[in-house]
């Protein structure tokens, strides 16, 4: 992502924020509050680094995000199906308000709350299995298996159809620039599956997410077939890959802070709030999705055009020492309920609760049941997802 500020030019590898993005978000937001940039899809982009100004853009009502709004010839981005492409990352109110309204009557706390036992289940499940071998991948046998099974039980997806949806977010979230078409075919699949899954719930409702998505009214008001499409998309999407790399993150973060998992472990009541903590630490979400300004702005003292694409960077607002003292250290006693990884104002995440759930139980039942857990890593260190949208580990080899 190469990046410009007026009389300061300054370049940076894609291959530095992946491997350690806060100490480059450290020198850019230190060099300014605002940075024109080269975008993760290759067009032109402003990137903001400081967490007053991210926090305000976030709520900001001018700052779209609908592609509509985009000037023409810019932004890019991913190509999804109209079916797959009403969903509320692309939606401003009066429709984004409407969809949120009409969701939450489905999505309720108490539907939430149910999932408690069955993930601590899975979690023990999961931990039951790799026990005796003494050492493992925490990703692939812990970290990614919770969050899909747990998702794919809120839709209500059979588990035979729960590697697929693995293999079709991996496709997504990281592309293989060897192989451009295993992200179009993933989206193929993934249209195709929806709508079986659709017409299967239609004809036979069950107690789930999605039946009570097709039930659910306001007045004479219902989803349409796309929004419903959509969202169930987003549902599997964000929720299970932000958990994936929120547990993921979350262990190799306590794992590298002995202290602090040694708190943890002498009072697990504590876990909760560290988990907020954990999430502003290393969140699973470096950058909010992309903005498009619906007239002339003016943000960090620097004026951005109607039409150009903003990109809020989570990852360096969560480490500004002018809202976090002494960011870089990992505190879990730190009141961190002011981050943003799991959005703000009216975009804040209508799932936030049953991704603090998960991480929470995962944490607990890892420690619970490990109480020798160490890391076990190659000498280069953790392997991370090449992508920029996304902080998530590859492997998390440990023993115990």
Avoid at 23 to 52: M, N, S
Avoid at 178 to 190: G, L, Q, S
Avoid at 359 to 368: G, H, P, S, Y
Wanted: glycine share 6%; aromatic share 6%.
């Amino acid at each position: 992502m190469p990046t410009t500020t007026p009389g300061q030019p300054t370049l940076v590898g894609p291959a530095e924020l992946i491997v350690n993005p806060y100490a480059v978000y450290a020198r850019l937001r230190e060099t300014g509050p605002v940075h024109q940039i080269t975008g993760t899809d290759g067009f032109p982009a402003w990137l903001v680094t400081r967490y007053d100004d991210v926090r305000q853009a976030i709520a900001d009502p001018r700052l779209s995000l609908d592609k509509r709004n985009a000037k023409p010839g810019g932004y890019h981005g991913l190509a999804l199906p109209p079916a797959l492409d009403a969903n509320l990352l692309n939606m401003d109110p009066p429709d984004h308000t409407r969809i949120r309204r009409l969701v939450s009557k489905a999505f309720t706390p108490r539907r939430v709350e149910l999932l408690r036992k069955p993930i601590r289940k899975t979690a023990d499940a999961l931990l039951d299995a790799i026990a005796p071998l003494g050492r493992a991948d925490l990703i692939s046998s812990y970290a990614a298996p919770l969050p899909i099974t747990v998702i794919c039980d809120l839709l209500g997806v059979a588990p035979d159809d729960r590697q697929d949806f693995r293999s079709w977010t991996d496709a997504l979230v990281a592309p293989d620039p060897a192989r451009p078409e295993k992200a179009k075919e993933a989206v193929r699949a993934m249209l195709g599956f929806f709508t079986g899954l659709l017409a299967a719930k239609r004809a036979a409702p069950a107690d789930d997410l999605l039946s009570a998505l097709i039930a659910v009214r306001d007045d004479e008001d219902q989803l349409t077939e796309d929004e419903l499409m959509s969202l169930a998309f987003l549902i599997l999407f964000a929720g299970y890959e932000n958990t994936v790399h929120l547990i993921g993150n979350a262990t190799l973060a306590l794992l590298n802070h002995p202290d602090q998992l040694a708190v943890l472990r002498a009072d697990p009541g504590r876990l909760s709030p560290a988990v907020e903590e954990l999430a502003r630490f290393d969140g699973p979400v470096p950058l909010a999705i992309r903005r498009f300004p619906t007239e002339d702005v003016t943000i960090g003292g620097v004026g951005i055009p109607a039409g150009e694409t903003i990109l809020l960077s989570l990852a360096a607002a969560h480490h500004d020492p002018r809202r976090f003292t002494d960011p870089d250290r990992l505190d879990i006693g730190r009141d961190a309920t002011a981050h943003l990884a799991l959005g703000h104002g009216i975009h804040y995440c209508l799932g936030a609760p049953l991704a603090r759930m998960e991480t929470e139980i995962a944490l607990a039942a890892l420690l619970d049941r490990f109480p020798g857990l160490a890391l076990d890593l190659p000498p280069d260190g953790p392997r991370w997802r090449p992508s920029m949208r996304a902080r998530g580990l590859l492997s998390l080899p440990v023993r115990y």
